[in-house]
């Protein structure tokens, strides 16, 4: 029995980048040698084991065949006379499919070590067509590691599989856990472009249209800002023109988290508005097109939910900087004087005095009121 670091922290160390999750491959052991040992199975279709005191990740050597479309579509053999090159071989990329033991011996049998140096992204072999899963992979591997190319071999056995339908055959779930994963890395761009280039993005995503990458650059930037994924989602999804029928026709299909769904759709509903407003406010001094009406001002807040959900109006505003290059500063400030003025306005009061349809009617006057008597509103 002998145990291997593999994977990704083989990779991350000779890139001297930091190690976050640790896997490891057992070679020469058997499952009930393992629980002996303290070891605690988890795995209910590979077999995995959690280290005793670490909680690490243990797989036993193993290898696969494909039987059905799909990445659920294999049966897995594992036992003690699985040898590490032969686990090693089933990985997606040579940078992947590197082990290293106790005493920092990198085993390499597939010049993993050699594309690191050489900056590419290689499938391993033949057995890659078998997961499409690695399509996505491939494509977030990109995003992450930004100077890192795409061999045109493995480009090419991308396309054949998307052509192949092995791409249709992905769950939704899946499917949106690698492209949320490379939507926060270093250059989300990078993953559309390659998922573009072997024809997978227009099954993953065929309501965008190949003018969606006009956003892509805004993806980098939201990077560098640092936002959150509902940014960043929604700013991938804002695509010129795209309905909201669209947004949520695809969303569903992906299962995308709410709070993403809810922002992209809150980008197209309301954006255009705000980016409007902004123009208006920065029109020339003295002008009076650049004094909004105080309607104007509500209509927005209304519409964005902003009083009940203020934090979301933060990320649209986020979100709507991303997208037009730069904050929308101007009304953005006028938007926050306004929306602390409604809040001075006592709903619930009102609600005691008035019956039906004419409570909120009050309630929408009361604030008109008071944003038509703020000074800071006039301009």
């Given at each position: 029995m002998k145990i291997y670091g593999v994977g990704g922290a083989v990779r991350d160390r000779l890139l001297d980048l930091p190690v976050v999750d640790r896997d490891f491959v057992v070679v020469g052991a058997t499952a009930e040698e393992m629980v002996a040992l303290g070891y605690q199975p988890v795995?209910?279709?590979?077999?995995?084991?959690?280290?005793?005191?670490?909680?690490?990740?243990?797989?036993?050597?193993?290898?696969?065949?494909?039987?059905?479309?799909?990445?659920?579509?294999?049966?897995?053999?594992?036992?003690?006379s699985v040898t590490l090159e032969q686990d090693l071989e089933r990985r997606d990329l040579t940078i992947n499919a590197m082990a290293e033991d106790a005493e920092g011996l990198i085993t390499d049998p597939f010049g993993g070590q050699r594309d690191l140096k050489a900056r590419v992204l290689r499938h391993v072999g033949p057995a890659f067509v078998e997961d499409p899963v690695r399509i996505l992979r491939v494509a977030r591997f990109a995003a992450r590691f930004t100077d890192f190319s795409v061999a045109p071999e493995t480009l090419e056995l991308m396309g054949q599989m998307v052509r192949a339908g092995e791409v249709d055959a992905l769950v939704p779930e899946r499917i949106w856990q690698e492209l949320a994963r490379g939507l926060m890395e270093d250059r989300p761009s990078r993953m559309f472009q390659i998922l573009a280039q072997c024809e997978a993005l227009g099954r993953i995503a065929p309501e965008l249209s190949?003018?969606?990458?006009?956003?892509?650059?805004?993806?980098?930037?939201?990077?560098?800002h640092h936002r959150v994924l509902p940014v960043r989602s929604a700013v991938w999804l804002a695509e010129p023109g795209l309905s909201e029928a669209a947004i949520a026709s695809l969303a569903e299909r992906l299962r995308l988290p709410s709070e993403c769904t809810e922002l992209a759709l809150l980008t197209v509903r309301t954006g255009p508005a705000i980016t409007a407003l902004n123009a208006l406010l920065n029109t020339p001094l003295n002008s009076p097109l650049s004094v909004p009406r105080p309607e104007h001002l509500l209509e927005i807040l209304e519409r964005s939910d902003a009083l009940r959900r203020t934090a979301r109006f933060e990320l649209l505003l986020q979100t709507l900087g991303e997208l037009e290059g730069e904050a929308p500063g101007a009304a953005a400030r006028l938007l926050d004087v306004a929306l602390r003025l409604i809040r001075t306005v006592d709903a619930g009061a009102i609600a005691r005095t008035k019956t039906g349809a004419d409570i909120a009617s009050a309630i929408r006057d009361a604030r008109l009121a008071v944003l038509r008597a703020a000074p800071e509103l006039k301009g």
């Open positions: 795995g209910r279709d590979f077999p995995v084991f959690l280290h005793p005191e670490t909680h690490e990740e243990y797989a036993l050597a193993r290898t696969e065949r494909k039987t059905a479309p799909g990445y659920r579509g294999f049966v897995l053999h594992a036992d003690p190949e003018a969606a990458s006009c956003s892509w650059s805004a993806l980098d930037a939201c990077a560098a």
